[in-house]
């Protein structure tokens, strides 16, 4: 096998691939990258696979030599990235010092020549793939994005409770609802719907769960996409593949019963609060350095004679912190306590000017809303205040 691609083009796949490469292997050859170069379409791929995770990209280069093998990602990476701009010529002989699966690869640079040991193609496991009565929709990026944008910040980072250490998708009649939820606070996010779920004529919404882990590594193949285009969905009852470009993306859904979360969120408020959400954020993030000291907790004051609401902090034996913004208020006065990291994530999340705060009591749930769109609907729960 030999190639000869530009340095840039192969650092950035790797650095792509190699997010999927375990950091604890339970066999050697998958801590090392696939690479086929094929002379039929002058592309070299790179595929890795933690037996859970695989991703797999191509780019192109010129193949004199076709061939397949796979070399240790971390070192290969390492040495790719810090190679100058330019031509590399990475050339691979097979079957050296009698053993047929071993092989030794050379990359020539501008700036030098190294060599490093790798492992015959053979042993690499495949990608999985999507059973023959599974369905495959095409989605915009742009949906995609902006859903994963506004849900994988709210994921339990908890294993124990797996089904919520991913994003759930609902591929609804008129929209796709992205949903994520830890426990404390759930971020709920519609976008618009493709024409081309329609034409599935499933009676009951299609749904699945898909590790959070995953989907961080779906927002970077996005990001390299253009905004514009359309990624497909390959899918069954236990597997998922992404397709975009260039770019593949295999994972396995998460199995379990989602929590219905479209009951959890209170359907009347006896309260609302409408504020400038940079304002709000700004003055939380200031006063989240008092509350860092003691407990995380912001206490809300809500004073609608004065249509102020009042932010406060009182860390014993270090000091205390109170600001006041302007607002609109409707409804009696209220004194609610919130942890101020879930607070603030949801203030990023929404992406709007002004936001919408919807409450009843200070210990029942509390809506956070972009104003003048139900494109995303943020849910947190209020902190006890002990005197």
Avoid: W
Avoid at 58 to 86: C, M, Q, Y
Avoid at 124 to 131: D, I, N, S
Avoid at 139 to 162: H, M, N, R, W
Avoid at 279 to 292: F, G, K
């Amino acid at each position: 096998m030999k190639v000869i691609c530009n340095q840039s083009d192969l650092n950035t796949n790797l650095s792509l691939v190699t997010r999927a490469v375990p950091s604890r292997p339970t066999h050697p050859v998958l801590a090392n990258v696939l690479l086929r170069a094929s002379t039929e379409t002058q592309q070299v791929s790179l595929t890795a696979f933690d037996l859970s995770l695989g991703i797999q990209t191509s780019f192109t280069a010129t193949i004199l030599e076709p061939g397949e093998f796979t070399l240790p990602a971390k070192l290969l990476n390492d040495i790719v990235s810090r190679l100058p701009d330019g031509e590399i010529t990475l050339e691979v002989i097979q079957g050296v010092e009698g053993e047929e699966d071993a092989a030794i690869a050379t990359l020539t640079a501008s700036s030098g020549r190294y060599e490093m040991r790798g492992i015959g193609a053979g042993e690499f496991p495949e990608l999985p793939t999507v059973e023959e009565d599974g369905m495959t929709l095409h989605l915009p990026v742009e949906a995609i994005a902006e859903g994963l944008k506004g849900t994988l910040f709210a994921t339990s980072p908890d294993e124990t409770k797996q089904v919520l250490t991913g994003v759930h998708l609902s591929l609804l009649a008129d929209r796709l609802e992205f949903a994520s939820t830890d426990g404390h606070r759930l971020a709920v996010v519609y976008t618009s719907n493709p024409e081309n779920i329609k034409e599935l004529n499933t009676e009951e919404p299609l749904e699945l769960t898909i590790p959070a882990r995953a989907l961080r590594e779906l927002e970077k193949i996005l990001f390299m996409l253009q905004s514009e285009g359309v990624i497909a969905l390959h899918f069954d009852t236990s597997q998922i593949i992404f397709q975009g470009g260039e770019h593949q993306l295999t994972t396995r859904t998460l199995e379990g019963q989602y929590p219905n979360y479209r009951q959890l969120i209170p359907k009347q408020f006896q309260r609302t609060v409408t504020i400038d959400r940079k304002l709000l954020m700004t003055s939380v993030e200031r006063i989240a350095v008092l509350a860092d000291q003691k407990n995380n907790i912001v206490k809300f004051n809500l004073d609608s004679d004065n249509q102020l609401l009042s932010l406060s902090v009182e860390a014993a034996d270090v000091g205390f912190g109170r600001e006041s913004i302007s607002a609109q208020i409707s409804g009696e006065d209220l004194e609610i306590g919130f942890n101020v990291k879930y607070l603030l994530e949801g203030l990023k999340a929404v992406q709007s000017s002004e936001v919408q705060i919807q409450l009843n009591t200070n210990l029942s749930p509390v809506i956070i809303t972009p104003l003048g769109s139900n494109q995303m609907t943020y849910l947190i729960m209020p902190v006890q205040i002990r005197k």
